[in-house]
């Protein structure tokens, strides 16, 4: 999968749900997608472009173990889960996309989490966010990216 950004191929739908501070993941779910809903917080490094600390990777790590022990229980498996939305729960309302191996690696730490964190990125002291990921589980979906 691309990184977000202009020429994306996905569903319209998805590029759509995007571009704004509103946001109704319900209402662009495929047909035949899955919808998993879960919240963790997390604290971002005091400084802009600051070091990533082993304590805020935790934390992002627990959040995506926790996402994806749920995805366990609902029977779906990671390798099938396309497209992860993290919400940021700051002022600006910005959206972060992730492909399902942003998922793969935020849990088990590799590549580093950095790395992972990329769209993430809240600069700010003391900012924290919210990540709220939806989880679209395209394995029963004919196009995944048409659009």
Not at 37 to 58: H, M, R, Y
Not at 100 to 107: L, M, T, V
Request: with cysteine; charged share 25%.
């Amino acid at each position: 999968m691309a990184h977000i950004g202009s020429g994306w191929n996905v569903p319209k739908a998805l590029r759509e749900c995007c571009k704004g501070a509103s946001y109704s993941p319900a209402a662009v779910l495929p047909e035949g997608a899955e919808l998993v809903d879960f919240a963790g917080i997390v604290d971002t490094p005091d400084e802009p472009g600051g070091e990533v600390s082993s304590d805020l990777a935790t934390q992002i790590r627990r959040v995506f173990a926790e996402l994806e022990r749920r995805l366990g229980l609902m029977g779906l498996d990671k390798s099938n889960v396309v497209h992860v939305h993290a919400k940021l729960a700051c002022s600006e309302g910005e959206f972060g996309v992730f492909n399902r191996e942003w998922i793969a690696f935020w849990g088990d730490g590799k590549p580093p989490v950095r790395d992972a964190l990329g769209v993430l990125w809240v600069p700010g002291k003391g900012t924290k966010f919210e990540i709220i990921p939806v989880v679209y589980d395209f394995s029963n979906y004919p196009d995944q990216t048409s659009g």
